[in-house]
């Protein structure tokens, strides 16, 4: 009895030594899968995070001849503009200070309130604008009985004078008024040059910018705060040259809060789901941008009045490597990776489209990440 019982605790020690050593074992297999998996999926990350890198530099590759002819434009206004200061500048500073002693007070105002006429931005007219405006100018002056009414007209459209010519009567009936008027002409291109140049730096700043912000790239892989607006602005002005060719832009922005996300990630988005737009659109209809708001976050529609998308290949839109653009034009990667971006900010990408109609593509994005 007493050997039974001793063969009996013998056979439970070494059960539990046995139990022991195979938790320690599937223990060991457990920790090599798991950072086998951590591993792998480290990877999976990185190539994830190559793949959208790798599709941003393909985008701004198509977007360098279109931003180079976007800086061209305000870079030549400049150019031009400060030609025309350069010269007017010369006449000005030789001839103006006599001018200022033909004038009587009285003159001399009136000669300033048609200069002041130049700050005032319009809109250029047609050459059948100027023409018409011309014919009017000139049949109040003979009527008035100022002579060379013509030309004095033609002084006073360039100067944006489009109503009400005998105002300045004072001035256009002196006896040296085609000098005064030259005068006056050369001072307001000069106001209006000095205008042409900041708009064009304007619009050159606000290129580099949309530029800057689109290549950005954030390294810490950390959400930040940002305002959706921005980025949505920054893609279309990414795409101005394409976009002023025939596409009719509609904005619809509320007025949303800023969303945690990877600012630089969701730029790419914007840019992928425009770009599709205007492609369908072959540069000619009507763009919508929506953003608004929703129970703890924001919804952006960007919706086009294309040929739609068929229905036996809506399902295939969002594979890898499947387009319907012709060669060169695409990777087939676009609308895969834009999904899986949203995807990463716990947020929805949905598709409507009717053929004949048009199509809109859908993000809600959450206001916060748990």
Known sequence: MKERRVDHLVMNEALEEANQVSIEFRTAQLKESSIALEATLANLRKTQSQLIQSEKMATLGQLVANIAHELNTPLGAVKSSGESISGAFDQVLSNFPALLLWLDGTTRKIFFELVDEMRNPSEALSTREERQLNRAFSAAMIE???????????????????????RFAQVLSHE???????????????????RNINQAVERATKIAFALKSFSHT??????????????????????????????????????VATIECLEDELNQVWTNLIQNALQAMQNNGKLTVTLAAFDHGVTVAIADNGP???????????????TTKPIGEGTGLGLDISRKIIEKHHGRLDLQSEVGVGTTFTVWLPLKQL
């Open 144 to 166: 008035a009985g100022i002579t060379e009414a013509q030309i004095k007209a033609d002084f006073l459209i360039a100067m944006r004078v489009k109503d009400q010519p005998l």
């Open 176 to 194: 040296r008024s085609i000098e005064i008027l030259s005068m006056a002409n050369q001072i307001g291109t000069i106001i209006s040059g000095t």
């Open 218 to 255: 954030n390294y810490t892989g950390e959400m930040q705060q940002a305002n959706i607006r921005n980025g949505l602005e920054t893609a279309l002005t990414l795409y101005n040259n394409q976009i002023k060719q025939g596409i009719e832009v509609n904005r619809i922005y509320a007025d």
């Open 308 to 322: 739609g998308i068929p229905d036996d290949i809506k399902n295939r839109i969002f594979d890898p490597f499947f």
